[in-house]
């Protein structure tokens, strides 16, 4: 959401599992308050928590993550059943210009990758190096008011 806002020229697209979805249940009203017109969250149930095991998420049980966030206050979600519902909803949410939120249920199943080799922390920080490229502009430069 905070690229969303701080970038409102630019299309950003969320790629959600539903184990981190569930997880972090709390964004959503907030997301939905806020309401960036160029945010497409998408949501892969696979009805596990994939990464950590593959234990069953509660959307094993019938937890609805359209109702979820139509409760929360998105205005456009849905529910896709096979790649072809997927494109048309995705290209109709990208043309929407609105908060708009795409669910497919997915089999299990993880690609061999291989491992990450950098912490969390230089990710974050090769991501916004990245940002500040594209946009041309400083986010984590010196602040002007401190003297070196």
């Not at 950590?52 to 139509?70: E, F, H, N, R």
């Amino acid at each position: 959401m905070g690229i969303a806002l701080g970038l409102p020229d630019r299309k950003v697209i969320v790629i959600d599992g539903d184990g981190a979805f569930l997880m972090n249940l709390c964004g959503l009203p907030t997301i939905a308050w806020q309401n960036p017109p160029n945010l497409i969250h998408l949501l892969f149930d696979n009805q596990c928590y994939e990464a950590s095991g593959a234990t069953q998420t509660a959307t094993v049980a019938g937890t609805d993550a359209v109702a979820l966030v139509k409760g929360a206050g998105y205005k456009h979600a849905c529910w896709v059943k096979n790649p072809d519902d997927f494109r048309q909803e995705f290209l109709k949410a990208w043309k929407r210009s609105a908060l708009s939120f795409i669910a497919a249920k997915v089999e299990q199943g993880q690609p061999a990758l291989p491992p990450i080799l950098m912490d969390e922390v230089e990710n974050k920080y090769r991501f916004i190096r990245h940002i500040e490229e594209t946009e041309k502009r400083s986010i984590l430069g010196p602040s002007d008011h401190r003297k070196v």
